[in-house]
């Protein structure tokens, strides 16, 4: 496709599990971002990736999450030992350099 | 800390009226300037880019930034019922600081 692919849809966990959530980014778009969405919010950024290369992490809120591009494409986002405040949309954003950010419709997770 | 301030609204006009929406920051080295629309249960789609003081027009858009002021505004010229939604004002460079959002309801 031509946009952003985000999977699973949706996620429900259970407090402690681990999970892991997919983006697709356009292709050929070198930048590539994780934002976190609460309810009622606007996204906050997590960390963004260059090619391969994470150059920010400053936004991940814990050491429990994880992000990974080693191959300078799809990116992965791990979240470890989930907590019901990890509950939120997780958003994934790509871009060329320059260019504005274009969203996948996000991964909406639930931790029971 | 870098913020990004929205009237949450709900703002409501009649159809074909003339919405404006409203946003200041706080960064003053922020250079780029996005709104964002966003449906519910939906993701942000990008409406309007700013790079510089002015106005800058896209159809029934016209987004106008003074940075002086460090204020961004959205205008919606003939407001339809499917421009309901909630629209984003993000600025930054790579990493984008976002509002909460303005709900904006187009009343038919």
């Known amino acids: 496709g031509a946009g952003v692919s985000q999977s699973p849809r949706y996620k429900v966990a259970k407090r402690g599990q681990d999970v892991a959530l997919r983006c697709d980014p356009i292709s050929g778009h070198v930048s590539l971002f994780w934002y976190q969405q609460a309810l009622g919010q606007g996204p906050e950024f997590l960390t963004y990736?260059?090619?391969?290369?994470?150059?920010?992490k400053s936004g991940l809120p814990s050491d429990r999450f994880f992000a990974e591009r080693p191959e300078g494409s799809v990116s992965t986002l791990k979240i470890q030992r989930t907590q019901q405040e990890d509950s939120a949309v997780y958003l994934c954003?790509?871009?060329?350099?320059?260019?504005?950010?274009?969203f996948g419709d996000g991964t909406r997770l639930s931790i029971l | 800390q870098k913020e990004v301030e929205q009237n949450s609204g709900p703002l409501s006009v009649p159809e074909g009226a003339i919405a404006s929406l409203n946003c200041t920051y706080s960064d003053r080295g922020s250079q780029s300037f996005f709104w964002y629309r966003q449906y519910s249960g939906k993701s942000p789609e990008l409406i309007m880019s700013i790079y510089s003081n002015g106005d800058k027009e896209d159809g029934r858009f016209t987004a106008q930034l003074n940075k002086a002021s460090q204020y961004v505004s959205l205008l919606i010229r003939d407001s339809q019922p499917s421009d309901s939604a909630t629209y984003l004002c993000a600025g930054g460079s790579y990493q984008l600081t976002f509002g909460k959002g303005t709900k904006l309801s187009v009343i038919p």
């Open positions: 990736f260059q090619n391969e290369a994470q150059l920010d």
């Open positions: 954003a790509s871009s060329s350099r320059g260019q504005p950010q274009h």
